[in-house]
C-alpha cells in the first residue's frame, strides 16, 4: 500500500493538474509517468533504506515536484522545480526546515548528481531506478524524442553511443541501490553495447 499523508495527497493533486496545464504534448520523458514512477521508487527505495515516515514524506514530496519545473525548458529545471515546490509548500503551512530539504533533494537530482545525504541520495536513486528495470530501451528512447523535439538539430544517429556513455559514467547512491539494480543496470548496460556493436556491423 502507497505511503500517502494530506500534503502528500494534496501535493499529488497539484502536480497532476500543474504538468495537465503546464506541459507541452513534445516532453514526453520528464513528464506525469516519469513523476508517479520516481514517486513510487522513492518509496520503495526510502523504506528499504530505513527512513522514517517524516523523512518519507519528505522524499515524496520532493519526487512528485522534481521536474515540474520543465515546463519553463530543459536548462536548470532543478531550480524551477525547487521554487515551485517551496511555493506549495509554504502555503500549505509545511515546516520551514523541510521545505528547505525538500528543496535540496530537487536540486540534487541535477545531472551529475549531488546527493549530501540519504533522502537526497534516495530522491537521486529513485530518478534514474529506470536504468535498472526492464523498461531502459523504451525510456531511452522516449528521451531520445523529447531531445529531438526540444533542441532541433539534436543529433540523434549517435543517441546509443551518447547514452551508453551516461550509464558507464552513472552511478546508484544507496545501500539498496547498489545492491538490488546495480546488477540490473549493469545488464541493460551490456545489452546497450551489443545494440551499438551490432549496428557497426
Known sequence: MAFVTPIIKKAEKYVKAFLRENLE?????????????????????????????????????????HDTGYYKGKEDHESVSADIAEEFLKNEGFPPEKVRQVKACIIATKIPQSPKNLLEEVLCDADLYHLAT????????????????IFPGFDSNNWMNVSCQFVQHHKYFTSF?????????????????????????
Do not use: Q
Open 177 to 201: 541501490a547498489r545492491k538490488k539494480l546495480r546488477p540490473i543496470k549493469e545488464a541493460n548496460l551490456r545489452s546497450l553495447k551489443t545494440k551499438i556493436n551490432d549496428s557497426k556491423n
Open 134 to 149: 526492464d523498461k531502459f530501451f523504451e525510456k531511452s528512447e522516449l528521451l531520445k524524442n523529447e531531445l529531438c523535439a
Open 25 to 65: 504534448r513534445s516532453i514526453c520523458y520528464h513528464n506525469a509517468t516519469h513523476t508517479k514512477e520516481v514517486v513510487k521508487a522513492s518509496e520503495v527505495i526510502g523504506k528499504a533504506c530505513g527512513l522514517n515516515n517524516e523523512e518519507l514524506e519528505m522524499v515524496i514530496l520532493s519526487a512528485w515536484f
